[in-house]
């Protein structure tokens, strides 16, 4: 199958059936070499990265409604013509053409190869709207979560956070300190050292899956901001913990390597098929200290006497709006109306986790996403209903500063009695 081909079906199953795309590409990309792994990864995530600013080049063009595959495929070819400089346009728009010509009976090859060919001829559109549609168009988010932003942290921080989203990330690891330990892995000159956290290093190139390291679990893949929140925890040898929301279980490992394997966590999660990810990554780093429960920790009182726990990890559920740069589908999705149930889940969680938490007790409620109203206005409201949670620290890691992702980490104690 054509290279272009292939990227044009996994981008229907990724925006028109909602398949996760870094799991997609991973299982679908066996058998292909190198180059055109490359090529096709590079098209399909070019492509979700600038949905917006790539169908704003043509959509103007016609007036018909386009079906949704049709539209994909010129998103794609448009794609490869403003942004991959090495292949030159008719190559592009004959391959679009022959695969239009394969769907709904070669009905769209000549509307397809009509527009690619205006788009050819006229060249990138300047694109029309006040700041926040002129940014939004351009670093293809919706535009409503441009506003929010922008009221919420402010414009140049909004920028900042739009133009990051167009990034290749970084592939960054957790050193298992159980396992292994900087100085061992820095040997194999796979890596570099990473800017924040003291158990970060950067895989500089291929599959960290593939690596031995990461089959003998002396690394798991973890971002470096995510790494931030079991630090800041700190949970020690005497320690019982919970970690409520735990799977897949990067920070539910990462724990267990401060606590040395010793004293107790319980792992919990509402869905059974993520706690056994849980155990599985935990076999793989060799963490012995964790039990694991089913359960929805909106009801964890009902699980758990009360003041049971020292230390407690809500590394709640949210819209995952600091993990643009590694999802990119979640900007074509996201609706401003995802956030209410969310929001709603939060709160719940944070009002039972108080319940079973030890007076002189800590703990740290985490999202990776970048919206106030599920992050410092979620704790405002926390706070104001348990005057006896005092807050210790409350950080806000941008995903561009360290260009990790964006996470926000709120350290709190419950007084003694
Ligand atoms: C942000 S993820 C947690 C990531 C995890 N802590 C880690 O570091 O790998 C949120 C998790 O919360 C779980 N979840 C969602 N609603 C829940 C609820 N009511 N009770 C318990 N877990 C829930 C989801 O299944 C998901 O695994």
Sequence with gaps: MSVRKKAFELLIEIAIHGKYSNLLLKKELVGFDDRDKALIS????????????????WKDYTEKPVKREIKLLLDMSVYQMFFLDR???FAIIDDAVE?????YEGKYAGFVNAILRQVQRK????????????LAIRTSFPTWIVRMWAKQYGMETTIQLCEDSLHIPNQTVRINTIKSSKEELMQSNQYTEGKLSPVALYFKKGSIAATEDFKYGRTSVQDEASQMVALTLNPTEDDVVLDMCSAPGSKTGHMAALMKNRGKIIATDIHPHRLELVKATMRRLGCINVDYQVMDATKASEHFETNRFDKILVDAPCSGYGTLKRKNEIKMFMEPEDMDGI???????LAQAYIVLKPGGE????TCTLN?????LQIKSFIEAHPDMEI??????FPFTYDSDGFFICKMRKMEE
């Design 372 to 376: 106030k109203k599920e992050n410092e």
């Design 99 to 103: 695969i239009a010509k394969g769907k």
């Design 343 to 349: 929001i709603k889940t939060q709160k719940g969680i």
């Design 87 to 89: 292949i030159p346009d």
């Design 123 to 134: 060249g990138k559109r300047t694109i029309e709207g006040d700041d926040f549609e002129e």
């Design 392 to 397: 210790l620290s409350e950080e806000t890691i």
């Design 42 to 57: 590079n098209i399909v995530y070019g492509t979700l990265q600038n949905y917006r600013y790539i169908n704003y080049q």
């Design 363 to 366: 703990m740290v409620y985490s």
